[in-house]
């Protein structure tokens, strides 16, 4: 189990987008589990929002990236996992705030809808926020 890693999964609208992203981390010398896909070739993103899930579940990585053309539906796929908490993100100030209020695990980016730099922003605040806890705790155990 490394369970500090992050871990990338992206369909082929989020494939360009999860690479720029993995060369970023990279660059910072972080460690990056690539679940896929690996190509621009069509799939279906339940798969690979399952993927996720099944890497948050399991413990394989301890925070994760997703990517596909809206955010959407790999989000709503990787939250149907217990353990997975996916924040669809389109600024820095979604993505702080849903680490601070809903200690989200996933950061959820839509490839069509924002650009590189904007997707760079909310990567870097979703890993550099902590989560607040007191009250958002109490919320958080009733979901
Ligand atoms: C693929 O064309 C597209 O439907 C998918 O990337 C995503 O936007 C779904 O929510």
Redesign the pocket.
Known sequence: MSGNKIAFAA????YELKCQLIRALNDQGHEVLDLGCDSTDSVD?PDLGHLMGEAIDNGDAGMGVLV???????SIAANRHKSVRAALCTSSLMARLSRQHNDANVLAL?A?IIGVETALDCLQTFMNTAFEGGRHQRRLEKI
């Open positions: 369909d082929h609208a989020g993103y596909c053309g809206t955010g959407i539906g790999i839509g069509r």
